[in-house]
C-alpha cells in the first residue's frame, strides 16, 4: 500500500471509532427498537419475513462467516456469493442483524484492505474472504482448521453439535442458551486440542479477539438460543419470524460490544483446563 493510501485508511479508521463511540453513547440514552421493527421497513425480513432460502449451488461462493453466508442464501445480497460490491455489502448487514454501520464499516474495510481491494469500487466472491490468518484463523468454534479442511465455507458439523450441547442456560420461557461461559469454555476447548493436534497452529492476539467477538455477537444478535443457532450454523439460515435480538437504535457497536460481551467471553478462556483432553486428542492422532 502507498504512503498516502494507508494514511488515509487510517484517519478515516480513526474517525470511524470515534463515531462507534459516539454511536454506543447515543445507544444508552435512546429508546430500543420495538420487537418487530429492528429489521427496518422496506428492507427485507422486516416483520421476520425473510426472502426465500435456497441452499447455495455447485458454483455459488461462500465463506467461512455464517453470516454472509445466510445473506447469500436468502437473496439479500447475490445468491451466487461473486462480485459483490463492498459498499453494497457494508449497507445490508446492519438491516439484517443490527450491527452498527460504523461496525459494518470497519469489518468490511479491513476485509478490502486484505484483499487489495478499493473499498468504495470493488467487488469480491464471499470464499475469497476465508484467506488464512487474515480474518479467517485457526480455533475456530465453526470450522477444522485450514491445515485439515483447505475448504473453509465448509461447515463441521460435529464442532456446531458440541458448542449447541454445550448450552448450559435457559431463557424465561425454559429454551436451552449457551452462555458466555459457555463459549469461553468452548474456545479454550477449541484452542487447546487445535494447539496439540496441528502443527502449524497459530493464533495472534488479533484473532484471538476475532474469535470471541464472533462468539459475542451469537450471545448478542441470536440471545445464544439453540433453536434458532442450530437453523442459523447448520444450515446457514434465518429462521422464519425471526430478528435480531439486538436492539439498539444504532446497532451492535465496537465498543459496546468489546467493552461488554467480547472482554467477557476472553477473558473466561481457559486452555489450560483442557491440557488432558488436548494431550489425549494428540496421541490419537499419532496412533
Ligand atoms: C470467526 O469468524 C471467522 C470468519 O467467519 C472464522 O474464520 C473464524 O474461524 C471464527 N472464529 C471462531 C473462534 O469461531
Redesign the pocket.
Known amino acids: 500500500m502507498g504512503f498516502f493510501s494507508s494514511v488515509s485508511n487510517f484517519i478515516c479508521n480513526v474517525a470511524i471509532i470515534c463515531w462507534d463511540v459516539i454511536l454506543t453513547l447515543l445507544n444508552l440514552v435512546r429508546r430500543k427498537r420495538r420487537v418487530g421493527h429492528v429489521t427496518p421497513e422496506g428492507h427485507p425480513g422486516y416483520g421476520g419475513h425473510w426472502p426465500e432460502f435456497r441452499p447455495p449451488q455447485e458454483t455459488d461462493s461462500r465463506?467461512?462467516?455464517p453470516g454472509l453466508n445466510a445473506m447469500a442464501n436468502h437473496g439479500i445480497i447475490s445468491r451466487t456469493g461473486r462480485g459483490l460490491s463492498f459498499v453494497e455489502v457494508t449497507h445490508q448487514i446492519p438491516a439484517t442483524y443490527n450491527f452498527s454501520p460504523t461496525m459494518c464499516s470497519c469489518s468490511s474495510r479491513f476485509a478490502a484492505t486484505m484483499l487489495k481491494r478499493n473499498y468504495n469500487k470493488d467487488t469480491f466472491d464471499l470464499e475469497e474472504l476465508n484467506q488464512h490468518n487474515g480474518?479467517?484463523?485457526d480455533?475456530?468454534?465453526?470450522?477444522f482448521d485450514t491445515a485439515f479442511e483447505p475448504d473453509?465455507a465448509k461447515k463441521d458439523v460435529p464442532f456446531i453439535e458440541e458448542l449447541l450441547a454445550a448450552a448450559t442456560g435457559k431463557d424465561k420461557h425454559g429454551h436451552d442458551i449457551i452462555t458466555t461461559k459457555d463459549f469461553s469454555r468452548m474456545?479454550g476447548k477449541r484452542r487447546a486440542i487445535a494447539r496439540a493436534t496441528n502443527k502449524g497452529f497459530k493464533l495472534s492476539l488479533l484473532h484471538r479477539f476475532?474469535?470471541s467477538t464472533?462468539a459475542s455477537t451469537l450471545v448478542a444478535i441470536f440471545g445464544g438460543r439453540v433453536n434458532d443457532l442450530r437453523t442459523f450454523l447448520l444450515d446457514e439460515r434465518l429462521p422464519e419470524g425471526w430478528e435480531s435480538r439486538a436492539r439498539q437504535a444504532h446497532g451492535i457497536t465496537m465498543t459496546g460490544l468489546s467493552l461488554g460481551t467480547v472482554s467477557k467471553v476472553e477473558f473466561g478462556v481457559r486452555e489450560k483446563d483442557w491440557a488432558g483432553a488436548a494431550r489425549e486428542a494428540a496421541e490419537g492422532q499419532g496412533a
Open positions: 465463506s467461512a462467516c480474518i479467517e484463523h480455533a475456530s468454534l465453526l470450522r473453509q474456545l476475532f474469535g464472533n
